[in-house]
Each structure stands twice: as structure tokens, then as C-alpha cells.
């Protein structure tokens, strides 16, 4: 066998041998690891609405959450509809209040359905 044979049969044994390996897998990334958030407990709010005669043809309107007066309206005969704003803490309130024989006042907080109450008179 010739010198040049020789270098060519051990360069392709090293070759093959290298190709029979399977190639090392990747390194496995590390799982991330989610820690619970705890979650806040919900806010119990009481809502009332409160109305009361303010002149001839007025009634004033009062919504109080957990006890805190947070919104003051008024509501004429020649304006019976109205929208009223406020805040309690964190939460934004609404009312759409509507003057008939009684004030009515639909009730949001934080654009969420709250209730649908009757005003109570004093």
C-alpha cells in the first residue's frame, strides 16, 4: 500500500467515525417559572340613590357609595334626563338618571352594569 493510500483510508475512517456520532443535542433552555399573582380581593360597594325636592320642578339627586356622597345632580321637569360623574377611590361612577314620576338612575362602576334603583326621597 502506498504511503498516499494509506493517508487517504485513516482520512475517511476519520471522517466516518465522525459522521456515526449523533450531533450533541442543543442545550435545553431553563422552563420560566410563573409566579402566581395574587389577586385583589373585590371591593364590596354599597350604592344608594337618594333624591329630594329642590324647587317646583326639581328634584336634586344624591348617589352615595359605602356611605360617601360621590355624585350631586339635578333634574328639572324641562330636563328630565340626565348623566352624572364621580369617583370612589379607584372606580369610576356613572348614573343615568331619568325623572318621571320618581327618579330612576341606572348605575355603573367602571363602565360595568351596577344596578338599576329607584332614588329613595328622604
Known amino acids: 500500500m502506498t504511503a498516499v493510500r494509506r493517508t487517504l483510508i485513516a482520512a475517511a475512517t476519520l471522517l466516518c ?7 450533541a443535542p442543543p442545550p435545553r433552555a431553563a422552563s420560566p ?21 329642590a324647587g317646583p320642578g326639581k328634584q336634586s339627586v344624591a ?8 355624585i350631586d ?6 330636563s328630565p334626563r340626565g348623566s352624572f360623574r364621580g369617583k370612589y377611590h379607584e372606580h369610576q361612577i356613572q348614573a343615568e338618571c331619568v325623572l ?6 341606572t348605575i355603573t362602576v367602571d ?10 326621597e328622604p
Open 100 to 105: 318621571v314620576a320618581k327618579v330612576d338612575c
Open 111 to 120: 363602565g360595568a352594569p351596577e344596578s338599576a334603583t329607584r332614588a329613595e
Open 17 to 23: 467515525a465522525s459522521c456515526a456520532q449523533p450531533p
Open 63 to 70: 348617589i352615595f357609595v359605602n356611605g360617601e356622597r360621590v
Open 73 to 78: 345632580g339635578m333634574l328639572t321637569t324641562k
Open 33 to 53: 417559572v410563573f409566579q402566581p399573582v395574587p389577586a385583589v380581593p373585590q371591593e364590596e360597594l354599597s350604592i344608594q340613590a337618594r333624591s329630594q325636592p
